[in-house]
């Protein structure tokens, strides 16, 4: 009897115990399966570069892409690492590091062609036939009709289907198409007013400002130029603002409103001496002088 007595106090303490491990397990976090803070950091840094990047903080948009493509790698995610390069092939061409950026645009191809990515890949064709149209290593014609065959794969990414329409706005401004070069870039702007890409849409009326201003449209470039300052201003994009002041004196320049090119110069060079940046003041100051 007694030690029936034991053996169901036993059982009854296992009991318990089992019980308070099932309740422990059962309120306890559950396992998150798919991890994706590798991925997820550097999705959000790639906004973040290209946002200061479109900002001129180019230095500061190179360091963060170079720490966002190594956790890229560590996740082994093709696509973000494809992307990420696209991005650092841009800034370093834009620093005018151009072979550092086709070498970049050129391992984003590679990995396009590896994991089979037909948009990516076509994307990764556009930012090369852009750099090589901007470094005059091919004819606007060739670009053109590379953006034209290339872009019919793009089609999940807006700000690639918008950046497909302001190469080939660049190509046909080349050419002298300048009706058609400002409705391509038109049709960027569209898709980065309606998604909020300021910056970007700043840009796309900055290069509708040089297509008008090479047409001889003068009053049409200025007005240009005043919508992207205008948006600029309410984003406070201060890089922006002094690369389209001093846009406004060229403008002026060549018209022969030399008074007012100088007024528009000085303003830029103000912004770009407060920024610190003392190359783009040392250009201007050329300009002024000269």
Known sequence: MKMNKQINIYVLVLSI????????????????????????????????????????????????????????????????????????????????????????????????????????????????????????????????????????????????????WQVRGLALRSLGRYTEAENAVKRSLEIHEKDRYLENASYDWYIIASIRSLAGNTAGALQALETSITIDRRIENSWGLAASWRAVGDVYHKAGRNNEALEAYRRARAIFAAIGNEHEVAEIDNRINN
């Open 17 to 164: 115990f089992f019980i308070l491990i099932i309740a422990s397990c059962s309120s306890a976090p559950k396992n998150p399966g798919d991890i994706y803070n590798l991925r997820n950091q550097a999705e959000e840094g790639l906004k973040t570069s290209n946002k200061e990047a479109g900002q001129g903080n180019l230095e500061r948009a190179l360091t963060l892409l170079t720490g966002y493509k190594r956790q890229a790698i560590l996740a082994d995610d093709p696509s973000l690492i494809i992307r990420i390069c696209l991005s650092r092939g841009n800034v370093l061409f834009s620093l005018g590091r151009t072979e550092e950026a086709f070498a970049e645009w050129d391992f984003a191809l590679g990995e396009a062609e590896k994991f089979r990515d037909s948009e990516l890949l076509s994307v990764s064709r556009i930012f090369y036939a852009r750099g090589n149209l901007i470094s005059g290593r091919v004819t606007a014609q060739t670009v053109l009709d590379e953006v034209n065959r290339e872009s019919v794969n793009i089609k999940k990414d807006r700000l690639y289907i918008a950046f497909s």
